[in-house]
């Protein structure tokens, strides 16, 4: 499978800041990442797909304004949480899509805190 | 339509038995049903996945059942261990489509 990673693991920030999170495919180059959302106790919420070299596809309800995705590479995309408040506090997490059938192989996730 | 159902929300199971993890799904275009294992603070880990046209896949302690008919599989780990405790997800996709649904996880403590 897919070796995905993702940078930083954690990031604690004061609210109304803007934090950046690093989502890289090391060996294998993703045409489509994907981007989720985990808040504790729930299952993902697929927040975005991020599509090299073009604007990515936000889901419904996700405000592509405060959240900024930037796929540039085949290797590397990311996801901009813009003047973050405490409600974006949450488990950021990217996949990307390797192999049979669309698998998914998911990074390591971030730990976003918003004070 | 494109809900997967997991149940239960939580199980608990004894050292050596087995684990059971069900998963419903309505939309009958998926084609493609994987389950991942979550640790907490880590990403979701791909553990199986199986097309429908085999009704059971194996691999090491774990494995799925799929009933088309149903519109149900499910995922078995045999000989459950304490390092299996996790949260795991079932999902499905159609093929081409990309987007996996998710079931809502289920947490499974194995008690030694």
């Known amino acids: 499978g897919a070796v995905v990673s993702q940078h930083p693991s954690w990031v604690i920030c004061k609210s109304g800041t803007s934090v950046k999170i690093e989502c890289r495919s090391l060996d294998f180059q993703a045409t489509t990442m994907f981007w989720y959302r985990q808040f504790p106790k729930q299952s993902l919420m697929l927040m975005a797909t991020s599509n090299e070299g073009s604007k990515a596809t936000y889901e419904q309800g996700v405000e592509k304004d405060k959240f900024l995705i930037n796929h540039a590479s085949l290797t590397l995309s990311t996801l901009t949480v813009t003047s973050a408040h405490p409600e974006d506090s949450s488990f950021y997490i990217c996949?990307?899509?390797?192999?049979?059938?669309?698998?998914?192989?998911f990074g390591p996730g971030t730990r976003l805190t918003v004070l | 339509q494109q809900q997967v159902k997991q149940s239960p929300q939580s199980l608990i199971v004894q050292k050596g038995g087995i684990s059971i993890i069900n998963c419903a799904y309505e939309n009958t275009a998926f084609d493609y049903f994987p389950w991942y294992q979550q640790f907490p603070g880590k990403g979701p880990a791909l553990l199986i996945a199986?097309?429908?046209?085999?009704s059971e896949k194996k691999e090491g302690r774990f494995t799925i059942s799929f009933n088309k008919s149903a519109k149900q599989f499910s995922l078995h780990i045999m000989d459950s261990q304490p390092g299996d405790s996790a949260t795991y997800f079932c999902a499905a996709n159609v093929q081409g489509a990309q987007k996996l649904v998710f079931g809502q996880g289920t947490r499974l403590t194995i008690n030694p």
């Open positions: 199986i097309r429908p046209d085999v």
């Open positions: 996949s990307v899509i390797a192999g049979w059938a669309d698998t998914q192989y």
